[in-house]
């Protein structure tokens, strides 16, 4: 049973792939409890299942075996079209690559203001949206004037506003300069500050270093905490 106030809950989540003729494990009994407000960073080389694990409990791939509780639903047992629609409603995610989160022609405030259309949300406060994140100055802009810790720190900025239950990040500053990677790391953790939980895959030592809680991945395995 998941605990009360846990917005995502796991137990022995397992990723098989097939290669060709044979399966390969990627992930292999991984178990982990999200709390709202909570800053978790999946940690771990590349190969260790971090991808698959987030891809995974962001309802993007569906794992092999386990258990996957989000917001109190199963998860695994809905059908893909209401798996769509609970990711859909309840998540939400950032990619790894800044301009891939953002809608080329739209500027900064209108952003926001889709990201909420998108669930059926009122336009609620895009100023204040922008104003939280570091970016009222930048309302007017279009992605292209945007630098890239701008443009990854709008994506945040994006997510939030809809209030999802978690905000997933894959590898969030892995395309940025050490400068602009902390301003990311500073709105993940404005993200959580402000009562969603966060979620994120990285190896960067300044994202694990701002985590609550810090899951350590070798070889499809959790090894620490």
Do not use: W
């Not at 790391?185 to 810090?214: C, E, F, K, N, Y």
Request: with cysteine; hydrophobic share 50%; glycine share 8%.
């Amino acid at each position: 049973m998941a605990p009360e106030a846990a917005v995502l809950h796991a137990v022995d989540l397992g990723v098989d792939y097939r290669v060709g003729d044979r399966s390969v494990t990627a992930l292999d009994g991984v178990s982990l409890v999200v709390l709202p407000g909570s800053f978790t960073v999946l940690a771990g080389p590349s190969g260790s299942g971090k991808s698959s694990l987030l891809r995974s409990l962001g309802l993007l791939d569906r794992p092999s075996r386990g258990a996957l509780q989000v917001a109190g639903v199963d998860v695994l047992a809905l059908s893909d079209r209401r798996r769509r629609r609970m990711r859909r409603e309840r998540l939400a995610y950032v990619h790894q690559r800044p301009v891939a989160n953002l809608v080329d022609d739209l500027t900064a405030m209108e952003q926001v203001v889709f990201a909420r259309a998108c669930r059926g949300m009122p336009p609620g406060d895009p100023e204040a949206v922008l104003a939280r994140f570091g970016l009222a100055h930048r309302a007017a802009a279009p992605p292209a004037a945007l630098s890239g810790g701008e443009q990854q720190r709008l994506a945040v900025a994006m997510a939030a506003a809809a209030s999802p239950a978690v905000l997933f990040a894959d590898e969030p500053t892995a395309e940025l300069d050490r400068r602009l990677a902390d301003e990311v790391v500073a709105a993940l953790v404005a993200a959580a500050d402000g009562g969603g939980a966060v979620v994120a895959a990285s190896h960067d030592p300044a994202l694990i270093g701002a985590a609550t809680h810090v899951v350590r991945l070798h070889e499809g395995r959790r090894v620490d905490e």
